[in-house]
């Protein structure tokens, strides 16, 4: 079956633009997290979703960052008025309630 | 908070070597343990797992024990191959959460024909 799919592969953006980046969860799986993978900081947790609801938000650096997710399914993260220290890989993963956790490929981000 | 410290890399050994990259821990209770791997150009995939202390994770020749006396979770294989070649990542569940990974750094593992 299909794995977890993330849209774009990259992206390249301005400073100050706004970015939606897509992550499409493997069908069934309940829960969808969010990650950014940078240089400086490793691999750092963002959001988590179980279903619809948000219940943790607690790793989103700042209030330039939201996620949604609709129908339990897919999920948009989305960035205002990038900076550069925004540049770096967001990985979205699914799983079974909270069970093994299936990563997507990936967006990197590049905000010039 | 929870934390993951491995070692740092590079590391580079020539194929059939043996390997070991160092993970320890800190998490309140018993946390799961992880080690993702990632080759190159591709996603994080779970390469093993242990949930409780004393367990053995093992897989494509790769294991590590959960050894809470140490909190440590050290990755082993006894004879490396060059498509071993990826980026090693060890993480945690635990400390109060059920699902929020915690990882380190990674370590950039080379392996030369």
């Known amino acids: 079956g299909a794995g977890v799919s993330q849209s774009p592969s990259n992206k390249v953006t301005e400073k100050g633009k706004d970015v939606e980046l897509r992550c499409d969860p493997i069908s069934g799986h309940t829960a969808l997290y969010w990650y950014r993978q940078s240089l400086g900081q490793g691999l750092e947790f963002l959001i988590y979703f179980q279903g619809n609801s948000a219940p943790d938000k607690s790793g989103l650096p700042s209030d330039r960052f939201s996620a949604e997710r609709t129908g339990g399914s897919v999920s948009t993260l989305t960035i205002q008025r990038t900076q550069q220290e925004d540049s770096a890989v967001y990985l979205c993963?699914?799983?079974?309630?909270?069970?093994?956790?299936?990563f997507g490929p990936g967006t990197r981000l590049t905000v010039t | 908070g929870n934390s993951v410290t491995q070692m740092e890399g590079p590391v580079t050994l020539s194929e059939e070597a043996f390997l070991t990259i160092n993970c320890t821990y800190t998490a309140t209770g018993y946390p799961s343990l992880f080690w993702y791997v990632q080759y190159p150009g591709e996603g994080l995939q779970l390469l093993l797992k242990a949930t409780k202390a004393d367990d053995k994770g093992s897989n494509k020749g790769f294991e590590a024990t959960y050894r809470k006396e140490t909190t440590s979770f050290h990755l082993e294989k006894g004879s490396v191959q060059v498509s071993d070649s990826a980026v090693y990542f060890c993480a945690l569940i635990g400390g109060g959460s059920n699902y929020k990974l915690t990882f380190g750094k990674g370590t950039l593992l080379t392996v030369n024909p």
């Open positions: 993963a699914s799983s079974l309630r909270t069970g093994e956790q299936y």
